[in-house]
């Protein structure tokens, strides 16, 4: 799924890359979308902060949500409960602010301001694979506390300074109960998600590690970074399981392929993206922009 500044949200066919649906057009630039964990709908969210839904199947508008966010919404998303509901989590560029929204009645559940990064220029977000944790952090050097894990649902937060002061990624480890987080002392740290004490430290790169992910099944860590090196990691103790390297740039994203876990992605800064095989540690395949 695709949106555009020109408000239109297309579906596309995965394997064939056709147009499947065009979706209606709010009256405001569209910033980043998402299809629910049942494709049951999609999510948009807009540059002057309000979101929308549409049923995936019909392509029928379903709800818009307003006053939520002052500005840009920069990561919306939307999940089932185990009671029926649905509920959208959306995360402001400038406002800093977490809502948690009722899909069907679109009342706000919850609104969290995340002030400890009031004063960071540049704010990002990941949310857990079952929608009730989010994680925010700056990609600013700051002498503050950098890290923020938010319990979206009840209202609960939990901050640290780490990465001497700049972070640039930040996961959820399976089942949300680690956080993978790297920066510019060239560090892969593992978190305790609730007491957000480091509980595993990784280095191995020359330089700043700029992007990190971790497999479906929380066995392995890979990050890229500034010295144009793919690495994986054992989850477990820490150890560094494979090093590669094609790129001539640094790596600015990294991510397992979901369908097989056994293939890497890695684009680097001239946009060129490299498949990798995690068995033999060669490229599989090489897709210039």
Same mark, same amino acid.
């Given at each position: 799924?695709?949106?555009?500044?020109?408000? =239109?949200?297309?579906?596309?066919?995965?394997?064939?890359?056709?147009?499947?649906?065009?979706?209606?057009?709010?009256? !405001?630039?569209?910033?980043?979308?998402?299809?629910?964990?049942?494709?049951?709908? /999609?999510?948009?969210?807009?540059? =002057? @902060?309000?979101?929308?839904?549409?049923?995936?199947?019909?392509?029928?508008?379903?709800?818009?949500?307003?006053?939520?966010? =002052?500005?840009? /919404?920069?990561?919306?998303?939307?999940?089932?409960?185990?009671?029926?509901?649905?509920?959208?989590?959306?995360?402001?560029?400038?406002?800093?602010?977490?809502?948690?929204?009722? *899909? !069907?009645?679109?009342?706000?559940?919850? #609104?969290?301001?995340? !002030?400890?990064?009031?004063?960071?220029?540049?704010?990002?977000?990941?949310?857990?694979?079952?929608?009730?944790?989010?994680?925010?952090?700056?990609?600013? #050097?700051?002498? $503050?506390?950098? *890290?923020?894990?938010?319990?979206?649902? %009840?209202?609960?937060?939990?901050?640290?300074?780490?990465?001497?002061?700049?972070?640039?990624?930040?996961? $959820?480890?399976?089942?949300?109960?680690?956080?993978?987080?790297?920066?510019?002392? @060239?560090?892969?740290?593992?978190?305790?998600?609730?007491?957000?004490?480091?509980?595993?430290?990784?280095?191995?790169?020359?330089?700043?590690?700029?992007?990190?992910?971790?497999?479906?099944?929380?066995?392995?860590?890979?990050?890229?970074?500034? &010295?144009?090196?793919?690495?994986?990691? #054992?989850?477990? &103790? @820490?150890?560094? *399981?494979?090093?590669?390297?094609?790129?001539?740039?640094?790596?600015?994203?990294?991510?397992?392929?979901?369908?097989? %876990?056994?293939?890497?992605?890695? /684009?680097?800064?001239?946009?060129?993206?490299?498949?990798?095989?995690?068995?033999?540690?060669?490229?599989? %395949?090489?897709?210039?922009?």
């Amino acid at each position: 799924m695709t949106v555009q500044e020109d408000s =239109k949200v297309i579906i596309w066919d995965q394997r064939e890359l056709k147009q499947l649906q065009t979706l209606g057009h709010p009256d !405001e630039p569209l910033v980043c979308c998402s299809i629910s964990l049942d494709d049951a709908y /999609v999510v948009v969210g807009g540059s =002057k @902060g309000s979101i929308y839904s549409w049923d995936s199947n019909t392509g029928r508008e379903y709800r818009h949500y307003e006053d939520g966010h =002052k500005g840009p /919404v920069l990561t919306s998303m939307c999940y089932p409960m185990e009671d029926g509901s649905h509920v959208i989590i959306s995360c402001g560029a400038a406002d800093h602010t977490i809502v948690a929204w009722d *899909l !069907e009645t679109t009342e706000q559940r919850v #609104s969290i301001h995340v !002030e400890e990064l009031d004063q960071a220029k540049n704010v990002r977000y990941n949310i857990s694979s079952d929608g009730t944790q989010v994680l925010a952090w700056c990609t600013d #050097s700051v002498p $503050f506390p950098n *890290l923020v894990f938010v319990d979206a649902l %009840n209202n609960v937060k939990n901050s640290v300074y780490c990465h001497d002061g700049l972070i640039r990624s930040a996961v $959820f480890g399976k089942e949300s109960s680690k956080i993978i987080s790297c920066g510019n002392d @060239g560090k892969i740290v593992v978190w305790d998600t609730l007491t957000l004490e480091p509980q595993i430290s990784m280095t191995g790169h020359d330089g700043n590690v700029l992007s990190v992910s971790i497999n479906s099944d929380g066995t392995h860590i890979i990050s890229g970074g500034e &010295d144009c090196t793919v690495r994986m990691w #054992s989850a477990e &103790d @820490g150890r560094q *399981l494979q090093c590669m390297r094609a790129q001539d740039e640094p790596i600015r994203s990294v991510q397992f392929d979901k369908a097989s %876990n056994t293939k890497i992605l890695s /684009v680097d800064m001239a946009g060129r993206l490299y498949v990798w095989s995690t068995i033999s540690e060669v490229v599989l %395949n090489l897709i210039r922009r």
